[in-house]
């Protein structure tokens, strides 16, 4: 909380009414604005369809004997596992391409545990007294969500720039109820921080209670850089192996923001042991994924050197948003003493830790002046952020010229909420 | 059992032996022939595969005012939507659009039972003491494995020409830990036979004491006819809404026979009460499906009259084989007694009741002679025949060639299975 002295407070209180005036101006313009998702933008996606045509002639279907159009391949064309083992840095053998959402896949291996239990489970989840699970926070609604529908207990984690604290971690596997943890190592949902190799090390190294002790390693943003190179990044998969815990992580990613996010294709790399349980559960499910999609994305990303050259052609569209939103932030909110974040290098969020308490307010007083963000709490387990303060912007969606006008709408609202509270206080 | 007087026995004697000479010379012909699976041939993909050059503009990916590449409308594109209605003869409110396997849509539903409940559940079936489900046999192994794989105790019911005996369907539906019952109602597999209006309307006027018991109406083969006519078929969701039971029912069906059986559409039609309730679960399993696909196979397929014209086109390619595996069986087999079999019109299967204690041998002497078939006892729960008669044959994957090739080693080796025995007993 900051002290507001007398004099300060009068002064507030003018520069309060003059806001109130600039929201009001915004709020009449009728906006319909949208910064809650990250979701590409229409220029993304007309940039990728050219995939559309790589694969339309018969002959093109059969691939290495098999042919894509048919039954068969459960664990996915060989062309596309080779894909995806590239782009991780762990083995085709490593790999399980899924369909069109690795949310799926997590799903499906957290369900799994809940009914049949995972490769190293005593009993099925559901045969538990209790199961803890850890999310760091903030994290991302959708992982939280998975687990909380299980009636799992959800236990927040702090999120330092270096990745979750891992002092914490270590402290709660001790717990034999805690049965794993949600992350994103790579440019985390909302953050933007990357893992350090040192918090990367001390999660393969961890020697949890529990003997199936699930890391659900979504590296979602694995080759999503839109400003700099492309920064190589451990393989979770082999550290785990050496530190002998080989059946403890099950990574994930897509090609969501790759290609499309709602017709790509995902992967979960694992252990072999892992990767044959859960092709034997996944059997029962499921004949096979769409082979046809597998195979015109392997025609159209060819591999990775060739997909880190789309990514740059990406990056050209996200990074000028996220220099938008960054400068704004900076011009508008710096020195106030009431907002703080990170600017990252890749991923698709912008996290802005407002003041305690405004976080609710500010989105309140956004949606009604047209501009819809992310709900305030999302980012924290049960949608609760206790301090009410970290608010998700997803600058993807927008063309430019909106954004501008989203961002002036954002920074109007979270000045308010602040001042507003500090009025009161 | 066929009683075999002395006389009859030398001349089966001669007869076998003759039959084991014509065995031998097949096997030595290092045949490898595939009638296991009902997986559509290369000809039936090439006839579809212009469907791979419908969607290649950008353009033409924003449809109803969604962009089919991006994230959003989960429960399915309202043109894929629609066309399921038209097809299945129910609205499209009533219908839930999904990926490429309708067997997942088959598993999520009771997978989703087991560990949240369905609509009018009293709780998760997972903290049920015990649950039952009816298996009409023979069926169909995919279906039952689902259910064995929960731990539910199955039920084999008795198929008849007419579909399931009802009268049994109707007393073990008192017991509440019957919670439902697997159906193919159009053309069944593997035995071909299509419900009666009478089953048909005492499965939507069942009475079952579980207030979830779910009728899994797989219409798998809705429109597959290869020889006459399309066949009309009462919508079933009506008709358990008319009898005051509207949740009871959950409908399937696909277009993995009608375009790719590894890349097509799949569909879930029931109550909007049950498709609101899946919406929210299947919400927090994936953000949506391939709707990129969904439209390719609304554009290629356009409505239910110009898909009826496409499945004519399979018919032709489908016919023949059929034809030629039930004059085979006719020629070779007719008039001995040692097995009996129904000419189906559509769906994918001829279900041959070999003499009783014969499959298993039957279909050993296949495999030694290079010819795959499902496996014996596979129409049946837990993979046991109790009769050990039952074989599915499922001759749509290989060129017809093959396929005589293939009948010639089948029905050799069921009349050498069936004279074995006679000559043992």
Redesign the interface.
Known sequence: MIATSCKNKEELQKNYEKMIQRYEALKSEGLKLDMS?G??S?LQ??LV?DM??V????AQ?IVDGC??????ELAGLKCAREYWAELLGCKPSQTFVG???S??LM?DVI?KA???GLTDSPRPW?REEKVKFLCPAPGYD?HF??TQ??GFELIAVEMTPDGPDMDTVERLVQDPAVKGIWCVPKYSNPQGYTYSEDTVNRFANLKPAAPDFTIMWDNAYCIHEFVGEFEPFPDIISLCEAAGRPNMVYEFAST?KVT????GISVMATSEANIAYQTK?LG??????????QLRHVRYLKDKAHTLELMKKHAAIMAPKFEMVVRMLKEELSGQNIAQWHTPKGGYFVCVAAMPGTAKRTLELCKEAGVTMTEAGATHPYGIDPQDSMIRIAPSLPPIAELEKAMQVFCTCLQLAAWEKMLQD
């Open positions: 998702r979701k590409p229409k996606l007309d369809s559309l045509g694969l339309v002639d018969h279907c042919d894509s159009r048919n039954y068969g369909g069109n959402a949310l799926n799903y369900s809940y009914t049949h559901c959708r969500r998975i529908s299980f969501s499309f996010p709602g017709a559960l029962v499910q499921t004949i096979s994924y769409d082979k046809v999609n």
